[in-house]
């Protein structure tokens, strides 16, 4: 776990927004990802928490290039992939592979879980013969805990998880070195969660996968992730390996995140001090001035108001984005 | 305690083109004046349909059997004048999404005022001034402007501050919230938990918080009510639940789920297989084929709720050996 295999450097997607009316239309930008930088190392799974609205998922579909980022660079193996052709980037694709959050939606239901699997093997490599498919189809099946016997059903005769696991067998059979996954058990039951969560840190540690688990659950984070970043309003708050994290925030708005957390255990929830934030997420239309969280942060002060903090790298590596933090 | 509710041998069937499907079974439990129950389980467990059942607002297709008595009166047999005068005024339900929940084209403060004038014979002067204050109380800025918006003016957690003040304008006695903080941001999510932390100390309210979510009930409850294939497997006080849960699935749902507080570096001990089908439940024990402990008798005879102690019942053959 020292190179990295991904660096993210200042990436930047704005939507066009039409505004106002005949008269006076505009477009504004709505900064759903506002300069964010990290990296990811081989083999390492990289949180990425926040609340709705904060831009997590549009982060991960820009990493993928499935939406181009406004500005910044996506750094894969040395390799700026916003500068790639559509033709190349496809090459590229087995490389980089998505998972996502409803397991229904995401199977086209007119084919079998064989059809599927099959699909990502023959748009990379279109010479594969029909037994080598075959082959590959079982072995992923069987490595994500499906009967091989169940490839020619659809996906309506599948639970929740068990389509979850399809989706993965889809993205892993092209044997990628990076999953985006953008909140891959948040649709499912919690007994059913636990054995995708499983499956999916096994699947990491035997095949060195690099992860980017976009979550709003911090539990799962922590049991899953080596490092994590917390986004708020499309920037970057604080980003750090998962220990340090959780034992002490520095950031108050992951302060507050980790608190709101309800903890499974009467005496400590109910003894808890928690950081209750008050409102709402401002509008990414139209966010705060200087920073983004202070409208909401229980420390904030002028300069909050005046100067968006820069971030700040610690001796450890940990980034912070905050001017009061080394007081508070 | 006073009992506000008390379902017996509640069973709620749908009629399916497969046949008919029994989505709760047999479910009998009481809730008192000034109590917080929480109902846990997965979906398809029957949690919803079990007070969706008792409130009068099955589909179409499904049919309550049983009794739900609401302070001694049926509200299964009840017809829709009366059960229309109990709605909304003295038994009051939140659902997990505010957003359909609320009239689209009627402003929030019309709304609220029209639950009183309907209910309590208000004048628009003195209902107003009721929801002002209850709007108060849930801590929503900017009232008087609030008032003269539409729901999609407002945030999801607005939205779910509106519905819980709703709720709350008649002072009903039994309050009724199915995964009232599900949609919700945790940052969110913790504030709408202060709410009900602050109304179950200022209120007598009887509460029932449907949830799958056992941080929540840990944090607000008085008394846990586990459901697993339409019936109960296990109830208990809140504390006794969570330190000495009896039947093997509510132990495996407080093992399998990552915690905050702990750190495991290990695999989850996962709860294996699938929720049950409820067209087709095995004969014994719905729980059987996933547990680790099942012997024989489990798959061939289904258990019975039976009281462990005074304050805890649990179903499930192996408690009977001990």
């Known amino acids: 776990m020292s190179t990295p295999v991904l660096k993210v450097e200042n990436l930047k997607v704005h939507f066009p927004i039409k505004s106002g009316g005949f008269l006076n239309a505009r477009t504004l930008p709505l900064k759903a990802v506002d300069g964010v930088s990290f990296n990811v190392d081989a083999g390492e799974c990289l949180g990425v928490v926040g609340e709705s609205g904060c831009g997590k998922s549009t982060l991960g579909r820009a990493v993928l290039q499935l939406i181009k980022p406004t500005a910044g660079k996506v750094v894969w193996m040395g390799e700026n992939l916003c500068d790639l052709s559509h033709e190349t980037m496809r090459q590229k694709r087995s490389d980089l592979q998505l998972v996502f959050q409803d397991p229904l939606s995401s199977l086209n239901p007119r084919l079998t879980v064989a059809e599927i699997i099959r699909e990502p093997l023959y748009a990379t490599d279109a010479s594969m013969t029909r037994e080598e498919a075959d082959t590959r189809i079982a072995a992923i099946m069987t490595a994500v805990g499906l009967l091989p016997e169940m490839r020619n059903r659809y996906p309506h005769e599948f639970s929740g998880g068990q389509c979850q696991r399809i989706a993965i067998a889809r993205a892993m059979v092209l044997r990628p070195k990076l999953i985006v996954c953008d909140e891959p058990v948040s649709a499912l039951d919690v007994s059913i969660q636990a054995q995708i969560i499983n499956l999916l840190r096994r699947l990491q540690k035997e095949y060195g996968l690099s992860l980017i688990f976009i979550s709003h659950d911090l539990s799962v984070v922590r049991h899953l992730c080596h490092r994590v970043m917390v986004l708020y309003l499309g920037r970057m708050m604080e980003m750090a390996d998962r220990d340090s994290l959780f034992a002490k925030p520095l950031h108050p708005y992951t302060q507050a995140l980790i608190s709101a957390v309800p903890i499974p255990d009467p005496a400590k929830e109910r003894t808890k001090e928690a950081v209750i934030l008050s409102g709402d997420l401002p509008s990414p239309m139209n966010p705060p001035s200087g920073c983004v969280f202070r409208t909401r942060c229980p420390k904030a002060t002028p300069v909050c108001i005046k100067d968006a903090p820069a971030i700040e790298t610690l001796d450890n590596g940990r980034q912070i984005a905050c001017h009061h933090w080394r007081t508070l | ?322």
């Not at chain 2, 084929?289 to 009281?307: D, M």
């Open chain 2, 1 to 322: 305690m006073e009992t506000v509710l008390a379902l017996q041998h509640l069973t709620v069937r749908f009629d399916t083109k497969d046949g008919s499907v029994a989505a709760v079974n047999d479910l009998s439990l009481s809730v008192g004046r000034g109590e917080c129950i929480g109902i846990v389980g997965e979906s398809g467990s029957g949690k919803s349909q079990t007070f969706l059942a008792s409130m009068g607002l099955l589909a179409g297709n499904g049919k309550a059997t049983g009794r739900a008595l609401f302070r001694g009166h049926d509200l299964l047999k009840m017809n829709r004048d009366h059960l229309d005068k109990l709605r909304g005024n003295r038994v009051c339900m939140i659902f997990q999404d505010s957003g359909t929940s609320l009239t689209p084209h009627m402003r929030i403060g019309d709304q609220l005022m029209e639950i009183l004038i309907a209910h309590k014979g208000h004048t628009p002067d003195v209902a107003r001034k009721r929801v002002l204050e209850v709007m108060e109380s849930m801590r929503i800025p900017d009232i008087e402007k609030r008032l003269t918006q539409y729901p999609h003016e407002f945030s999801g957690g607005m939205r779910q501050r509106v519905m819980i003040a709703m709720a709350l304008l008649c002072e009903p006695d039994l309050l009724i919230a199915d995964e009232p903080t599900t949609a919700l941001d945790v940052t969110v999510q913790a504030q709408i938990l202060n709410l009900f932390r602050a109304l179950k100390a200022h209120t007598k309210s009887a509460i029932v918080l449907i949830t799958h979510d056992l941080g929540v009930v840990a944090g607000l409850c008085d008394r846990v009510v586990v459901m697993y294939g339409g019936r109960m497997v296990e109830e208990g006080p809140v504390a006794d639940i969570f330190a000495t849960p009896k039947h093997p699935y509510t132990q495996g749902l407080l093992r399998c789920m990552p915690r905050l507080d702990q750190l495991l570096d290990a695999d989850l001990d996962a709860i294996p297989g699938q929720p049950p089908n409820l067209e087709n439940l095995p004969k014994g024990c719905a729980f059987a084929e996933r547990c680790s402990q099942a012997n024989e008798r489990c798959t061939t005879e289904r258990p019975v709720l039976r009281e462990l102690s005074p304050t805890r019942r649990a179903a499930c053959h192996l408690l009977e050996a001990a």
